[in-house]
């Protein structure tokens, strides 16, 4: 049997201490933790939550590339692949 990943939207949350977590909703509308992000040097937990966050949304980009080989600049995907990039270094669009 293939896993898996939980399904998107994952969002960042305040997790305490130095934490910040990312977070999903289950079906019945309950927010649970996926993953905590730590600090690495500086205050890169933000960046770093940030781009895992956006997982999900990475991950079917990709696999629609794969099913549509010759994706022409200025399509809607095109500019879905700007906001997710947008969102997974942390700009504001």
């Known amino acids: 049997m293939k896993a898996q990943h939980t399904p998107g939207p994952w969002i960042?949350?305040?997790?305490?201490?130095?934490?910040?977590?990312?977070?999903?909703?289950?079906?019945r509308g309950l927010v649970k933790s996926i993953a905590q992000v730590?600090?690495?040097?500086?205050?890169?937990r933000p960046a770093n939550a940030c781009l895992i966050s956006t997982a999900p949304e990475l991950l079917a980009l990709l696999q629609e590339a794969q099913e549509?080989?010759?994706?022409?600049?200025?399509?809607?995907?095109?500019?879905?692949?700007g906001a997710v990039v947008a969102k997974a270094t942390g700009e504001k669009l």
Not at 16 to 25: D, E, H, I, Q, R
Not at 68 to 75: F, H, K, N, Q, V
Request: aromatic residues 8%; glycine residues 18%; proline residues 5%.
């Open 68 to 81: 549509r080989p010759l994706i022409t600049e200025g399509s809607d995907w095109w500019s879905r692949v």
């Open 38 to 44: 730590g600090g690495y040097g500086g205050d890169s």
């Open 12 to 27: 960042v949350a305040e997790g305490g201490a130095s934490l910040l977590k990312v977070c999903a909703t289950t079906p």
